[in-house]
């Protein structure tokens, strides 16, 4: 194997990787070699020539995103060994051989020490996506891994990496290699069941089409939070996309469910997974609405409302609209809630860190001018594992709210 490139920092720089921190920023970098390409693997180094970190290079703020704080070679036995170790974590927290839940998230990027990889398990079809040049050049090598760890019960693996991956002119520059192969397709397999359960609930998934890898998985156990407050109530599902929360909801012996979102292509699924669960017998309807203004002319008709908008900030330039957003879409919901409702509301915006968020929703109930309480704090699963040196990582914040 040709000599691994190395990256020298800057003096004083090397402390965030001594604490395991998996980032090297463009601006601590001293010296990279003139040749060097986007996903090309390196060793990173401190000004004194002292070892840090093995990681993928790419041009951009983020320019090293380290996958190991051991000099190793990055072959075919790393990449199994790492997808090896992320499979017996999921064993040991019960979500590999689990009756009721066949869906789950098997990599989480840095919680899993594989920066800018995902990889979601949906019943025998197994999810790709890549976030950096370097995992999207070794996706093969992952494919070849998993069928080693689920043996017969790995039906198919799909590569979504294109949306995440973009094409030039977006924020990740893709060299022009990489642009003209990158599409979405099955690297094994040629697609299988779409039907998944979680906690006994059936979703009708697509990973082709959908947003994401096809499901919000990191929402699983607060979707099972809502049925523990649902039953009875007159319960809003805001930003419903594919029903999740509205399932839970009705199955938990709700009143009466409506789901809001302001795209058809979501109302379908929703619609879909409410007759995969009960058929025509389920006292819901779907709206196609902005939420915005739904809950301006209606929130005042619910019980209890989820409120789990799409990131309103993926880069720090837009953080203090999306602070802003949040403050008005939840004084809205706090206003208009009947008395003694109950609001679980989320932000996905990593920028956003749960300090802000939680200003934004004091804000908000200092504008809907009503007694509110907080009930719970809420983050994303076990599957969703946060690395203790690496905290932004949590991205899902949310809170249960007790509003008088």
């Given at each position: 194997m040709n000599e691994i490139p190395k990256i020298i920092l800057n003096s004083g720089k090397e402390e965030s990787p001594k604490r395991f921190h998996p980032w090297i920023f463009s601006g601590a970098?001293?010296?990279?070699?003139?040749?060097?390409?986007?996903?090309?693997?390196?060793?990173?180094?401190?000004?004194?020539?002292?070892?840090?970190?093995?990681?993928?290079?790419?041009?951009?703020?983020?320019?090293?995103?380290?996958?190991?704080?051991?000099?190793?070679?990055?072959?075919?036995?790393?990449?199994?060994?790492?997808?090896?170790?992320?499979?017996?974590?999921?064993?040991?927290?019960?979500?590999?051989?689990?009756?009721?839940?066949?869906v789950y998230r098997l990599v989480y990027g840095e919680g899993d020490g594989l920066p800018g990889l995902i990889i979601d398990f949906y019943n025998?079809?197994?999810?790709?996506?890549?976030?950096?040049?370097?995992?999207?050049?070794?996706?093969?090598?992952?494919?070849?891994?998993?069928?080693?760890?689920?043996?017969?019960?790995?039906?198919?693996?799909?590569?979504?990496?294109?949306?995440?991956?973009?094409?030039?002119?977006?924020?990740?520059?893709?060299?022009?290699?990489?642009?003209?192969?990158?599409?979405?397709?099955?690297?094994?397999?040629?697609?299988?069941?779409?039907?998944?359960?979680?906690?006994?609930?059936?979703?009708?998934?697509?990973?082709?089409?959908?947003?994401?890898?096809?499901?919000?998985?990191?929402?699983?156990?607060?979707?099972?939070?809502?049925?523990?407050?649902?039953?009875?109530?007159?319960v809003l599902d805001c930003f419903c996309y594919a029903g999740g929360f509205s399932v839970y909801a009705l199955k938990a012996g709700a009143a009466e469910v409506h789901s809001v979102d302001s795209s058809k292509a979501a109302i379908k699924l929703t619609d879909n997974n409410i007759n995969l669960n009960f058929g025509g017998a389920a006292n819901h309807t779907s709206h196609v609405a902005d939420a915005f203004d739904f809950l301006g002319k209606n929130a005042s008709e619910y019980d209890m409302m989820i409120i789990d908008p799409p990131a309103f900030a993926k880069h720090r330039d837009a953080r203090h609209q999306a602070v802003m957003g949040y403050r008005r879409l939840n004084a809205l919901a706090i206003k208009g809630i009947k008395p003694g409702g109950i609001i679980f509301t989320f932000s996905c915006s990593q920028v956003v860190d749960k300090y802000l968020f939680h200003g934004a929703i004091t804000a908000a109930a200092i504008d809907a001018g009503r007694n509110v309480r907080i009930v719970k704090y809420l983050s994303h699963p076990a599957d969703h594992p946060i690395s203790i040196y690496h905290p932004e990582g949590e991205y899902l914040k949310g809170m249960i709210l007790f509003v008088e």
């Amino acid at each position: 194997m040709n000599e691994i490139p190395k990256i020298i920092l800057n003096s004083g720089k090397e402390e965030s990787p001594k604490r395991f921190h998996p980032w090297i920023f463009s601006g601590a970098v001293k010296k990279a070699p003139e040749n060097i390409k986007n996903g090309d693997v390196v060793e990173v180094y401190s000004s004194k020539d002292a070892y840090l970190g093995t990681g993928h290079y790419q041009k951009g703020s983020i320019m090293v995103r380290l996958f190991s704080f051991n000099k190793i070679v990055p072959d075919v036995a790393f990449w199994k060994a790492k997808i090896q170790n992320a499979y017996n974590y999921r064993q040991s927290i019960g979500l590999t051989n689990n009756a009721n839940t066949n869906v789950y998230r098997l990599v989480y990027g840095e919680g899993d020490g594989l920066p800018g990889l995902i990889i979601d398990f949906y019943n025998g079809t197994v999810v790709i996506q890549t976030h950096s040049i370097g995992m999207y050049r070794e996706r093969h090598l992952f494919v070849e891994a998993l069928k080693e760890i689920y043996g017969d019960k790995l039906k198919s693996v799909y590569d979504k990496s294109k949306e995440s991956l973009g094409v030039s002119g977006t924020k990740i520059p893709v060299d022009s290699e990489i642009e003209s192969e990158l599409k979405n397709g099955y690297l094994f397999g040629t697609g299988s069941e779409k039907e998944v359960l979680e906690n006994g609930h059936k979703f009708s998934i697509d990973w082709e089409e959908g947003q994401k890898t096809g499901f919000f998985i990191d929402q699983r156990e607060n979707r099972k939070l809502v049925a523990q407050y649902a039953p009875n109530k007159k319960v809003l599902d805001c930003f419903c996309y594919a029903g999740g929360f509205s399932v839970y909801a009705l199955k938990a012996g709700a009143a009466e469910v409506h789901s809001v979102d302001s795209s058809k292509a979501a109302i379908k699924l929703t619609d879909n997974n409410i007759n995969l669960n009960f058929g025509g017998a389920a006292n819901h309807t779907s709206h196609v609405a902005d939420a915005f203004d739904f809950l301006g002319k209606n929130a005042s008709e619910y019980d209890m409302m989820i409120i789990d908008p799409p990131a309103f900030a993926k880069h720090r330039d837009a953080r203090h609209q999306a602070v802003m957003g949040y403050r008005r879409l939840n004084a809205l919901a706090i206003k208009g809630i009947k008395p003694g409702g109950i609001i679980f509301t989320f932000s996905c915006s990593q920028v956003v860190d749960k300090y802000l968020f939680h200003g934004a929703i004091t804000a908000a109930a200092i504008d809907a001018g009503r007694n509110v309480r907080i009930v719970k704090y809420l983050s994303h699963p076990a599957d969703h594992p946060i690395s203790i040196y690496h905290p932004e990582g949590e991205y899902l914040k949310g809170m249960i709210l007790f509003v008088e």
